[in-house]
């Protein structure tokens, strides 16, 4: 007898409100995503009922769905539903979730990712490393580094920021460089003396002052 084929859908729970004008269409969506087997549970909570919930979640208004891990508010088609489940489980669809929040100004929720789970670490330096990322998300990136200085998570990340010294593109290496400088071990430093010699003027002023 042939063993069912393992489940690989993503499961959504998704919070709507009685009085949203913008729920009863997202819930026949998703309804729509776990017959076509896309999703593989739906489960929807009323905040109203259930605000407790919500508070748990940090859930301020809806419509509000997580797909697998990616929360995303606010209205969404179906088919955007359908793209997100499509990646969730994928290194790329962590990335765009990343940038989809990035380049919005919300840095709250891909800080709050990283801090709960270092691995989100690898998605970031990912879109850190993409040329075409967009100013605002390189600004968020920025933002959440800072916000992690001198934590554990940041100075796990001190090889891989250090191969990024060498990446042909100035700007992110004089960025890796400021990375470094904010994770403070003596290995960070020994990826920041090189940058001195760097041929990119602004790559020395960074690395330089990141040693002072």
């Avoid at 088919?79 to 765009?96: C, P, V, Y």
């Avoid at 990343?98 to 691995?119: F, Q, T």
């Avoid at 990446?167 to 904010?182: E, F, K, P, V």
Wanted: proline letters at 5%.
């Amino acid at each position: 007898m042939n063993e069912p084929a393992a489940n690989t859908s993503p499961d959504a729970l998704f919070l709507l409100g009685t009085h949203c004008p913008h729920c009863p269409g997202m819930l026949q969506g998703l309804a729509n995503l776990v017959k076509a087997g896309t999703l593989g549970t739906l489960k929807v909570v009323n905040i109203e009922q259930r605000i407790d919930i919500a508070r748990e979640l940090g859930v301020r208004s809806v419509p509000w769905v997580r797909i697998g891990s990616f929360e995303l508010e606010g209205l969404h088609s179906e088919q955007e539903l359908r793209e997100w489940a499509l990646k969730a489980g994928t290194d790329s669809g962590m990335t765009d979730w990343l940038n989809d929040l990035l380049s919005s100004g919300n840095i709250s929720k891909p800080l709050e990712r990283v801090r709960s789970d270092p691995e989100t670490m690898d998605a970031l330096l990912e879109l850190f490393t993409d040329p075409d990322t967009q100013l605002n998300t390189r600004i968020g990136i920025s933002a959440i580094m800072e916000d992690l200085e001198g934590t554990d998570t940041l100075q796990a990340a001190v090889d891989r920021l250090g191969k990024l010294t060498h990446h042909q593109d100035a700007r992110i290496r004089g960025d890796a460089c400021h990375y470094l400088a904010l994770a403070g071990t003596p290995e960070a430093n020994d990826y920041i003396r090189p940058l001195l010699d760097d041929p990119d003027s602004g790559v020395r002023e960074v690395a330089q002052e990141s040693l002072e």
